[in-house]
């Protein structure tokens, strides 16, 4: 394959992908299509490298146990417009997926560089509206106390930063600095991104991070980064309890404590706590046994909601029940289920196996796993962090792999 401008420079792709999350759902529907037909042309012209690569790096594998049981729900589905388009935006995935396939190891360490930077300067911008009122528009979109910098009218500033934290994470690990200051760094990132995180109001996102946290400490455990385990975990629960003292100050933190502490009121802890959301997933719940092979139909839980009682509705219509495991069951059934599961599996695997992508393995999981509960799996905003990270990490740990066995073959030809 001809080392063109395009293969040089393929990484800031995905980098305008990520960016165009907090630009609006238009820009992530003009860039997958963009995508998908680069990916596509690439392919015409080096279908036997390229399908090569996605074979073995088993992207093809994960992206068909994703991308399979949305068609299968398609032949029963209650909402065949809503599937289709569901159909339509992931074969997009199937382009970007071969541009990922281009990426280098090299190239990758620029675009979490970039990423990073990004991402550091939506979490000061939200620091910023936090304090002054006004964010880097010369705006304050916060609705309810709940903080929205760069994502104007959107909630999806929490899930963001905290789907995107391992970026942060392994650029700082990746730093050429002495460990004190990493140390230092570290703590003050882990300060910002959950301050960030907890004023941005959305509990789903606090749990995001908390996992994050998790998944990352025990990533640097198992390769001994970590040498005093009782340094690290004070540190990460200083951090964490500082930020919800100062976050605490802000009016979306204290209504949500309120709202869930309340006595005097007919609804459940549960109920208060998940703000009604036990609810929804009750509508899943029933339904589910009546579509259990294939489900309803991707992104058709909004007809099952329609249909459900009056009781359990809320003030506006849901597009789905706030819980991955539950919205994955009930529209693609218990086929696309275990198909969803086992690429979740195959992430946490890959996570600590992988030489190279580890922090895209690591988002993709994060925006995946089976108890998010924010915005739906099939949402235009949301697959980008689903699909594309999930590329990256397989790919970019495929040719760490390849170039680490061409290295052991040489040293051995050289013996």
Not at 51 to 59: A, R, T
Not at 122 to 144: R, S
Not at 163 to 175: N, R
């Amino acid at each position: 394959m001809k080392n063109t401008w395009f293969i040089r420079n393929s990484y800031w792709f995905f980098i305008l992908l990520i960016i165009a999350i907090p630009a609006g759902q238009a820009s992530i529907q003009i860039l997958t299509v963009i995508g998908y037909i680069l990916g596509i042309s690439l392919l015409f012209n080096s279908p036997k490298i390229l399908i090569n690569e996605l074979k073995k790096s088993h992207y093809l594998f994960c992206y068909l146990m994703l991308f399979l049981p949305i068609g299968l729900s398609l032949i029963d589905s209650i909402a065949p417009i809503n599937t289709v388009k569901v159909l339509y935006r992931a074969m997009l995935y199937f382009g970007i997926g071969i541009i990922a396939a281009l990426i280098s190891v090299k190239q990758n360490k620029k675009m979490v560089k970039i990423v990073f930077y990004i991402c550091l300067f939506i979490c000061l911008d939200a620091m910023t509206q936090w304090i002054f009122n006004v964010n880097i528009f010369g705006k304050n979109p916060a609705i309810n106390g709940r903080v929205r910098g760069v994502f104007g009218n959107r909630y999806h500033l929490s899930y963001f930063i905290a789907t995107l934290s391992p970026i942060i994470f392994f650029y700082l690990l990746s730093l050429n600095v002495t460990k004190k200051v990493k140390l230092i760094l570290a703590f003050i990132l882990l300060l910002l991104v959950t301050w960030t995180v907890i004023v941005g109001g959305a509990r789903a996102g606090i749990v995001t991070l908390l996992v994050s946290i998790l998944i990352f400490g025990l990533y640097l455990l198992k390769y001994g980064y970590i040498k005093n385990i009782f340094i690290y975990f004070s540190a990460i629960s200083i951090a964490l309890v500082l930020s919800v003292v100062i976050a605490f100050q802000t009016d979306a933190v204290q209504e949500r404590f309120n709202l869930t502490t309340k006595v005097a009121t007919n609804e459940s802890f549960l109920e208060r706590f998940t703000t009604k959301r036990t609810q929804l997933w009750r509508i899943a719940v029933d339904e589910i046994p009546h579509y259990l092979i294939n489900g309803v139909g991707a992104r058709a839980y909004v007809e099952i909601y329609k249909q459900a009682p009056v009781e359990l509705k809320q003030s506006r219509d849901m597009n789905h029940p706030h819980l991955y495991f539950l919205q994955l069951l009930l529209e693609t059934g218990v086929l696309g289920l275990i198909c969803y599961l086992v690429v979740c599996g195959y992430l946490v695997y890959k996570i600590y196996t992988a030489s190279a992508g580890v922090e895209w393995l690591m988002v993709s999981f994060l925006a995946m796993m089976p108890i998010n509960s924010h915005v739906g799996f099939y949402e235009t905003y949301w697959m980008p962090l689903v699909w594309a990270p999930l590329g990256l990490g397989l790919l970019l740990s495929y040719k760490a792999e390849q170039e680490k066995r061409c290295s052991n073959i040489f040293i051995l030809g050289k013996i």
